[in-house]
C-alpha cells in the first residue's frame, strides 16, 4: 500500500497524559498536512510542512501541540497535558510536488481523552 | 472571509436519482475548489476539483458546477448508488499556502 498511512489509528489516554502521532506520507510526496476533525464537522486544518521546514501553523494549534518532519519524510505530531476537548480525529496528508493543491488523506488517528 | 458554507447538512436519494451538494464562499483568492468523500472510520478521499477558469468538469458520474460571479460550486452525482453513501465535504483553497477550507459535510443516503 503507497498511500499516506497513520499510527496509531486509536489511542485513549488520561486527561493530562502526553500523545504522539505518527504520519508517513505518500513517498514522492514533499507537503505534508496535519488537519483535526471532530464529529460532524469538516476538518480543521493545523499545521504543514515542506520537505522538513514547517511553514504554517493555525491558532487552533496551541502551545500543547508540537508537530515535526525531521528528515522530510514521516511526521509526528505531539500533544503535551491532554485535555478533553483534544479528542477528535486527527488527519495527514500528503501532496505532490507539482501537484500541491491535491492533497491525498491517510486514516486519521481518533484520540479520546478520558 | 475564510468560510466555506455546504448544503445541505444531510440529503436522502432514491437509488438511480441525482444527488446535489451547494458550497458557497467569500474568499475571492480562492482558485481550487476539491471534494471529497469520507466514508465512516476513513480519511477523506479526493473526488473530483475544479479551478475556475471552467465552468464545469465531469468525471464518470460525478460533476461540479462552478459559478465564479456567484461563488458557489456544486457537486451533482448521477444515477446515485447506495455505495455512494458517505459525508460529502466541499473545500477551497488559495495557490499562497495551500490550506485546505472545507465546508461542514453532506451526509448522503442512497436508499435502494
Known amino acids: 500500500d503507497t498511500g499516506v498511512s497513520q499510527d496509531p489509528r486509536h489511542k485513549i489516554t488520561k486527561r493530562g497524559q502526553n500523545v504522539t502521532f505518527r504520519c508517513d506520507p505518500i513517498?514522492?510526496?514533499?507537503?505534508l498536512y496535519w488537519y483535526r476533525q471532530t464529529l460532524g464537522q469538516g476538518p480543521e486544518f493545523l499545521t504543514y510542512?515542506?520537505?522538513?521546514?514547517?511553514?504554517?501553523k493555525s491558532r487552533l494549534l496551541s502551545d500543547r501541540f508540537s508537530a515535526e518532519r525531521p528528515k522530510g519524510s514521516f511526521s509526528t505530531l505531539e500533544i503535551q497535558r491532554t485535555e478533553q476537548g483534544d479528542s477528535a480525529m486527527y488527519l495527514c496528508?500528503?501532496?505532490?510536488?507539482?501537484?500541491?493543491?491535491?492533497?491525498?488523506f491517510g486514516p486519521g488517528t481518533r484520540l479520546t481523552v478520558t | 472571509q475564510q468560510q466555506v458554507k455546504q448544503s445541505p447538512q444531510s440529503l436522502i436519494v432514491q437509488k438511480g436519482g441525482i444527488s446535489i451538494i451547494n458550497c458557497a464562499y467569500e474568499?475571492?483568492?480562492?482558485?481550487?475548489f476539491p471534494w471529497y468523500q469520507q466514508f465512516p472510520g476513513k480519511g477523506p478521499a479526493l473526488l473530483i476539483a475544479?479551478?475556475?477558469d471552467v465552468s464545469e468538469k465531469k468525471e464518470g458520474r460525478f460533476t461540479i458546477s462552478f459559478n465564479k460571479s456567484a461563488k458557489q460550486f456544486s457537486l451533482h452525482i448521477m444515477d446515485s448508488q447506495p455505495g455512494d453513501s458517505a459525508t460529502y465535504f466541499c473545500?477551497?483553497?488559495?495557490?499562497?499556502?495551500?490550506?485546505?477550507?472545507w465546508g461542514a459535510g453532506t451526509k448522503l443516503i442512497i436508499k435502494p
Open positions: 496528508a500528503s501532496s505532490l510536488v507539482n501537484t500541491l493543491y491535491e492533497q491525498y
Open positions: 513517498s514522492e510526496h514533499n507537503r
Open positions: 510542512f515542506q520537505n522538513e521546514a514547517q511553514l504554517e
Open positions: 474568499n475571492t483568492a480562492f482558485d481550487y
Open positions: 475544479i479551478r475556475p
Open positions: 473545500a477551497a483553497s488559495e495557490d499562497s499556502n495551500y490550506q485546505l477550507i
